[in-house]
């Protein structure tokens, strides 16, 4: 059975582990990663240019429209898009952080393709939820501090990388640093998460559609993710009535811990082999 590993912005599908998708491979899966567009090897769109935050946020609080050159919906048809040339009827949709966002509208916009869903550190995008620790989102949203510098752009991501893990699982600065420079080395176009944020905020909102899902739905959390606290992930069990949460103590807003793996690897086993 296919299994679609659907990353958060800014990241390229690299961001999934080796180990993670051998991992799930071992498991009896048909494991799909991809590149959101704007992303690693998928289309990018420079023509858009260099997407402005601050004034997309500031026209967006004002109730105002602003430019963006594709929204979260596009992302949803991407994937439904790839299954179609791979000529994949029905998947497990895995998604993290905005790719669980892109998970939940998938199931919603495409039902009959899912087989079942599982929602990594994600978010309904409802009003009233908490909001991450300002510090993270700071250092989330930081520019590196030489543009263009393969090292500056290696130093931030490290610090990022810190920034957002919990407690429980150690940081391997050195196999992180490897693999931030083989990603770069894959593509070194870094301005597309700013569009493919912009995207997020134009998409209209879904969070009251979500208990028209159906299908079995596994929401995994950490108590301690500084970026979308687990009060967001609760929410998304709280919307689909198919949908069974479990919270990690220890941990962040990430997937490159190997110590985690096996976690990850057996939860979402369990939640797609049921009888296994």
């Not at 130093?155 to 640093?177: M, N, T, W, Y």
Request: aromatic share 8%; charged share 20%.
């Amino acid at each position: 059975p296919a299994l679609v590993l659907i990353i958060g912005f800014g990241l390229q599908m690299t961001a999934w582990p080796d180990s993670l998708c051998r991992g799930l491979a071992d498991q009896g899966f048909c494991v799909i990663r991809l590149d959101n567009r704007d992303t690693g090897l998928s289309q990018q769109f420079n023509s858009f240019g260099s997407a402005e935050i601050g004034d997309a946020f500031a026209r967006l609080e004002a109730g105002e429209p602003f430019d963006a050159p594709y929204t979260e919906e596009d992302l949803v048809d991407d994937v439904a898009g790839l299954l179609d040339a791979l000529d994949i009827a029905q998947a497990h949709i895995v998604g993290m952080s905005m790719g669980g966002c892109i998970a939940q509208r998938f199931a919603l916009r495409y039902p009959t393709r899912v087989s079942s869903l599982v929602v990594l550190m994600s978010t309904t995008g409802a009003p009233g939820l908490p909001e991450g620790d300002p510090e993270v989102r700071k250092v989330l949203f930081s520019e590196p501090e030489v543009p263009g510098s393969l090292d500056s752009l290696i130093s931030l991501s490290v610090k990022i990388q810190r920034a957002l893990r919990g407690p429980r699982f150690a940081f391997d600065q050195d196999a992180f640093q490897i693999r931030v420079a083989q990603d770069l080395a894959r593509c070194p176009e870094i301005d597309g998460y700013k569009r493919c944020l912009l995207g997020m905020r134009a998409a209209s909102p879904y969070y009251e559609q979500l208990m028209e899902i159906t299908v079995p739905t596994l929401v995994l959390h950490g108590r301690d993710d500084p970026v979308l606290p687990y009060a967001c992930g609760q929410d998304i069990a709280n919307r689909i009535s198919s949908a069974k949460m479990i919270i990690l103590e220890g941990w962040g807003h990430e997937v490159f811990s190997t110590e985690v793996h096996p976690f990850l690897i057996d939860a979402i086993a369990r939640h797609c082999f049921p009888l296994n």
